[in-house]
Nanobody, 128 residues
Framework: QLQLVESGGGLVQPGGSLRLSCAAS????????IGWFRQAPGKEREGVSC????????DYTDSVKGRSTISRDNAKNMVYMQMNSLKPEDKAIYYC?????????????????????WGQGTKVAVSS
């Protein structure tokens, strides 16, 4: 069974940075497209960034374009999201999730696919 565990969340000041990590186990990571999703209080869960199984394609929601970068290291079974210039509206629980590599990353980021695994989430807070 594929298992995903997020880490790297925390409290940061506006304008600060965090790097979120997603560690995979139980299955070869390169079978999976990986996405980062977030859910803020009172809001629906939304896709933030997604990356194809090889790392060759990425997709981002408009609100984080230019501020966030998703990357992966399949040899280390790791996926990352670097988040810069953080804003209070970025506050949320962030989850990583996996879908089969045959899915499009655009469909994945709009949550129009079946996911094979979800992590437990890591909390990001942005406050001065």
């Amino acid at each position: 069974q594929l298992q995903l565990v997020e880490s790297g969340g925390g409290l940061v000041q506006p304008g600060g940075s965090l790097r979120l990590s997603c560690a995979a186990s139980g299955w070869t990571l390169d079978y999976w497209n990986i996405g980062w999703f977030r859910q803020a209080p009172g809001k629906e869960r939304e896709g933030v960034s997604c990356i194809s199984s090889s790392g060759g394609s990425t997709d981002y929601t408009d609100s984080v374009k230019g501020r966030s970068t998703i990357s992966r290291d399949n040899a280390k079974n790791m996926v990352y999201m670097q988040m810069n210039s953080l804003k209070p509206e970025d506050k949320a629980i962030y989850y990583c999730a996996a879908a089969r590599r045959t899915t499009s990353i655009q469909s994945m980021c709009t949550m129009r696919v079946n996911f094979g695994a979800w992590g437990q989430g890591t909390k990001v807070a942005v406050s001065s």
